[in-house]
């Protein structure tokens, strides 16, 4: 959602924004632009994707070593020339890049009006360069009217802003939106998050909530937006390469990242003893657990739930982020378990914020170092899946799940359920799931995509699961809604005779996951009963499951594991269906309409 970059040094600004500006659009965007500072301040903006803008306007060839570039993610006015920012003020001083949104801009909109200050655009964002303006008018200098502006403003933002009046300069503000400050010799990057800096530098100082930085070519200086007081802060080194987050060969992030998880969930499962300790002994030590996430994170949460449950004997709450303020009462000896692999989706943050509030205490699973819920959270605990650029989540849903699993076989050992020998053969079970994915995905590919043939022109599909196959179901049909636009829905199987069964017809699709275990039998049986009806099954089951065949159209067959462990491998190939299903529809898995990779608005 909206991404920023920006750049001060002794190149020439335009083409290493233009280049960050790609590296920014995995995460949604409607429009780009860029301004660079040369004798004033140029800026060309236009709405559709950067290549198309970028044919057209030619946006490398601007001059100036000074600039920022933002990809719009509409939210106040539509995507349009007018709207993509850069945005300025009229005297042509002042350009501005904003992610997040300005909450009483209509407020200050009118007090600039009545100053005599015209609007351009729709925006939320461009009353920050007239308030800047406004300020300077007034005798304040640069960073002054710039601090003056941000306590103007509520809500959440990122802002970066270059100077006509000082072509060496930038400055960024940070409130609840990320930014970071990307340190280098001979000049520095300011980014909304890493990898647009990666290909330059992997020392990145983070910008926290009230924080400006002013960069310049040889310095950078944070101050608080308050009182203009210093602030010392010491650069984060990053351990994400650029190859991590660069398609080496495959089509798409999207299919690169599937084929990640092997790789992501043995990183994952490198976590210490004593992190594990940590988060178990505070879930183990509050009256109430809530698990609060969004999407393809709160499916993970799901199967943590159900993980925690069966094996440790412990109830999580599991709630939609978003939902979390309207239906929980968090208390003071609670504990709200966010789960968010960018750590910065707005809905998990509020729900966090609402939490601590009250009382409770705040840990986190997250794979963004320095993200803002690892600001807010009280136990921090990383995913270390590498860098997600493809929209929809995949390697991560599976390192989130790997941490989940071994966190429930960690308490189960904690609370007497199994024996230490015990865990340590769990935990090398589980070590042995990804040398079993990689021939898996190999094995079955051109099954799926076999099928995403037969199926390009599906409309509408069901997907039904049991027990930790549920949270799958769900998954999958996520994936296929969001990457090839196909109606589809998720049930309980058991559910399916309270309600949706009205919905099978000759020919309904139905993707029913068999998972191992007590589920497998009743889960037959829900495949018999939508049969009966015409409904047309792929079903995905253990291998040498000879029965299910005699019922299905299709039957991928998935190796066998615990029934536990199945998640990390039923989710394949439903997530392979959606991109190669994505792909057939001829639509771009990397880059889902109206969506983006980091939701930071509510
Ligand atoms: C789906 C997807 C989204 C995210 C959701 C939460 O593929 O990626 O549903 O899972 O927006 O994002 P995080 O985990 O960053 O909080």
């Not at 301040?41 to 920022?68: H, Y």
Request: hydrophobic share 40%; glycine share 8%.
């Amino acid at each position: 959602m909206c991404g920023i970059i920006g750049y001060v040094g002794r190149k020439k600004a335009a083409p290493l924004l233009l280049d960050g500006l790609k590296r920014l659009e995995y995460r949604g965007y409607d429009s780009a632009g860029i301004a660079t500072v040369a004798d004033g301040i140029q800026i060309k903006k236009d709405q559709g994707k950067i290549d198309e803008i970028d044919s057209k306007l030619d946006l490398a060839d601007m001059k100036g070593t000074v600039g920022i570039g933002h990809a719009r993610w509409a939210t106040h006015g539509e995507p349009s020339q007018r709207n993509a920012h850069p945005h300025m003020d009229a005297d042509r001083r002042i350009a501005v890049v904003h992610n997040g949104i300005i909450e009483n801009y209509e407020e200050l909109r009118e007090f600039l009006k009545s100053e005599g200050y015209k609007f351009k655009s729709e925006t939320d964002t461009e009353v920050i360069p007239h308030l800047i303006n406004y300020f300077l008018e007034r005798g304040n200098g640069l960073e002054k009217s710039v601090r003056l502006t941000a306590r103007r403003l509520k809500g959440s933002y990122a802002i970066a802003i270059a100077f006509a009046d000082d072509s060496n300069k930038l400055v960024v503000v940070r409130e609840q939106s990320p930014l970071i400050i990307g340190i280098q010799n001979g000049g520095s990057f300011v980014a909304s998050d890493i990898p647009a800096v990666l290909p330059h530098t992997n020392r990145v100082l983070i910008l926290e909530d009230g924080e400006m930085g002013i960069v310049t070519l040889d310095d950078v200086q944070i101050k608080r937006v308050n009182d203009g007081k210093d602030i010392q802060k010491e650069p984060m080194e990053i351990d994400w390469t650029l190859e991590m987050a660069e398609k080496r060969g495959y089509p798409h992030f999207m299919l690169k990242e599937i084929n990640e998880q092997a790789t992501a969930i043995q990183n994952t499962l490198r976590v210490s003893e004593e992190e594990l300790n940590r988060l178990a002994k505070a879930l183990g030590e509050s009256d109430r657990v809530y698990v609060v996430a969004c999407g393809t994170s709160y499916h993970a949460a799901l199967v943590g739930k159900y993980a925690l449950a069966k094996l440790a004997d412990f109830s999580a709450e599991v709630v939609i982020s978003s939902e979390f303020q309207e239906s929980c009462i968090p208390r003071k000896n609670d504990l709200v378990f966010a789960i968010t692999q960018s750590g910065e989706t707005a809905d998990t943050l509020k729900a966090v914020r609402v939490a601590k509030e009250k009382g409770s205490r705040a840990a986190c699973l997250t794979n963004v170092v320095g993200s803002s819920i690892t600001r807010i959270s009280d136990l921090v605990c990383f995913t270390h899946a590498g860098p997600e650029i493809g929209v929809a989540a995949t390697k991560t849903f599976s390192s989130q799940v790997t941490y989940l699993l071994l966190l429930a076989h960690y308490m189960a050992k904690d609370r007497g359920y199994i024996t230490s020998k015990g865990y340590r053969e769990k935990v090398s079970q589980l070590k042995k799931i990804p040398a079993s994915e990689k021939d898996f995905l190999e094995r079955i590919t051109p099954q799926i995509e076999k099928l995403a043939k037969k199926y390009r022109n599906l409309s509408e599909c069901y997907f039904i699961g049991r027990g930790i196959g549920f949270p799958i179901a769900l998954e999958g049909s996520l994936k296929l809604k969001e990457i090839a636009y196909v109606n589809s829905v998720a049930y309980p199987a058991g559910e399916l005779k309270h309600g949706p069964l009205a919905l099978v017809e000759e020919g309904t699709l139905l993707l029913a996951l068999v998972t191992p275990g007590s589920a497998r039998e009743r889960m037959i049986g829900n495949i018999e009963e939508v049969k009966a009806r015409g409904a047309e099954v792929v079903a995905l089951a253990p291998e040498g499951l000879n029965e299910v065949g005699k019922h299905v159209e299709e039957i991928v067959s998935i190796p066998s594991s615990r029934e536990i462990f199945s998640p990390l491998i039923y989710v394949l190939p439903l997530q392979l269906l959606a991109y190669c299903m994505g792909i057939e529809r001829g639509y771009d898995p990397d880059k889902p309409r109206h969506l983006a990779k980091s939701v930071t608005v509510e």
